[in-house]
């Protein structure tokens, strides 16, 4: 389904929101599966965004994993002597959180998966700035381009004879200092060479702005973020009323 | 110095298709090498891929005889020199002489002889009197200059030059054609640039067409 940049910064709004406020695990994974048929409902590739962030998704297990260890309270599960190596609020706060970080990276994904330029516009029509809308779409135009760079800034240093995996750490913080130093100049060079490209073509020149592709929002749109809206406010009067749905 | 090339093919994405396919070549001691193409042809594939910047499907690259798989790009870069077609990328120190010595600070090689060699180098390559300079506001010939000055301190015995011509003038044209003419290693000059070609000495033309090397 194709959706207008508007309705999927609302679901994207409303998901995170939720993420946040969801009281237990069981609220938590409400959101989640939620947010799971959303991606599905875009046709967003969620296998390979998670092949593709698979390092992070390590990252974030771990650090659920050490919670679980370290969290005390509730009936112990593992014990060594008197000391409470797992226990079942250990294991609920592990969960709470692998299930909030999914349900960030699931809304990440809505907004990955969109036109970089389409959000702009979206932004524009939600009352965002010119100026603050093209900086952002600016921004993520030139992401690909400085991570080439610095991945050529790493073949660079190899070719320099340099093994950065070999060094010790404060060789190592020394070569990241070398790396950094080109690269915000860089950064400042060509955002100058920008600027100047930018003057040349007139941004700005003119104060009344016409659009190549203007936005529309369709019945489906509107249909998604009516749902959307009364699912969020069904959610939210359910669990203030009801309270916690899963108690450790 | 022997680069031996056998059956390389190498495509970016596992299902699209190959860049290079059944490459085959050899890169010898004391030769000049000009690799034509059109772009996305291939030719700065091949150089990432002798270089172990990256690694071919299929085929091997032997080295003096051994096997290029077993050296990481940082062994393989003691005997290959690369420049960068845009030399903004190789270069990383505040000052032109940081620029020379970095490499030697960090592997703990910088000895006086090395130092002193390292002067040596500033006035072989036309730096004299640029020591303090910020390398990334320098023209782009003295860039370039610096870049190969930086392949050239750690005793390259083959060179790949990626595009060397495409933002110097006239006058670093002719230093560089004369350095690499005077060369006593092997050089590989990947170019679109027919003027180049024409003032190298004997050269070996070389083509990269359909993912395949073919002489010129």
Same mark, same amino acid.
Request: net charge positive; charged share 20%.
């Given at each position: ?31 989640? #599966? ?115 760079? #610095? ?13 950065? &995996?070999?060094?010790?750490?404060? &060789? ?77 | ?116 060699? +390292?002067?040596?180098? +500033? ?94």
């Amino acid at each position: 389904m194709r959706l207008d940049p508007r309705a999927r910064l609302l679901l994207i709004l409303l998901i995170t929101t939720l993420a946040v406020l969801a009281k237990d695990i069981a609220y938590l994974a409400i959101v989640f #599966f939620a947010a799971l048929a959303v991606n599905a409902m875009l046709k967003i590739n969620i296998i390979g965004a998670a092949k593709r962030m698979r390092h992070f998704i390590w990252l974030i297990l771990f650090i659920a994993i050490v919670q679980s260890l370290t969290v005390k309270g509730g009936t112990a599960l593992l014990s060594v002597g008197k000391i409470n190596f797992l226990t079942t609020k250990g294991i609920g706060f592990a969960a709470e959180f692998v299930l909030r970080m999914g349900i960030i990276l699931l809304a990440g994904l809505i907004a990955a998966s969109s036109d970089g330029r389409e959000m702009t516009d979206g932004l524009l029509k939600l009352g965002m700035p010119y100026e603050l809308a093209f900086m952002s779409a600016i921004a993520l135009r030139f992401l690909p381009v400085f991570r080439d760079e #610095f991945v050529a800034r790493i073949n660079a240093m190899a070719m320099r004879g340099i093994d950065i &995996k070999r060094l010790s750490l404060p &060789k190592k913080l020394k070569v990241y200092g070398y790396l950094i130093l080109p690269a915000v100049s860089g950064c400042v060079i060509k955002s100058e060479e920008l600027a100047r490209s930018m003057s040349a073509r007139g941004f700005g020149a003119e104060k009344k702005r016409t659009m190549l592709r203007a936005l529309k929002l369709t019945w489906t749109d509107w249909l998604v973020m009516i749902i959307a809206v009364l699912l969020t406010a069904a959610y939210l009067v359910f669990m203030y009323t009801y309270g916690n749905l899963f108690v450790l | 110095m022997k680069i031996e090339l056998n059956n390389l093919t190498f495509s970016y994405k596992k299902r699209s298709a190959p860049v290079l396919e059944g490459v085959g070549a050899v890169f010898e001691q004391g030769k000049r090498y000009a690799l034509t193409g059109r772009n996305g042809s291939g030719k700065t594939t091949l150089a990432n891929l002798i270089l172990g910047l990256l690694k071919p499907q299929n085929g091997n690259i032997l080295i003096n005889g051994e096997d290029a798989a077993k050296m990481s790009a940082a062994l393989r870069a003691k005997k290959i020199g690369y420049l960068f077609q845009n030399p903004d990328l190789q270069l990383f120190a505040p000052t032109v002489m940081e620029e020379l010595a970095f490499p030697f600070e960090l592997t703990g090689t910088l000895t006086e002889e090395k130092q002193d060699e +390292l002067q040596r180098m +500033l006035t072989i390559f036309h730096l004299n009197g640029m020591e303090e300079r910020f390398p990334l506001t320098m023209s782009g010939g003295e860039k370039q200059r610096l870049a190969l000055a930086t392949v050239m301190s750690r005793h390259a015995e083959f060179l790949i030059l990626d595009e060397p011509t495409s933002a110097i003038d006239r006058e670093c044209r002719s230093f560089l054609t004369n350095f690499i003419n005077g060369f006593a290693g092997g050089a590989l000059v990947i170019t679109h640039d027919e003027e180049l070609i024409a003032s190298l000495d004997s050269p070996h033309l070389l083509k990269l067409e359909g993912g395949r090397v073919h002489e010129a």
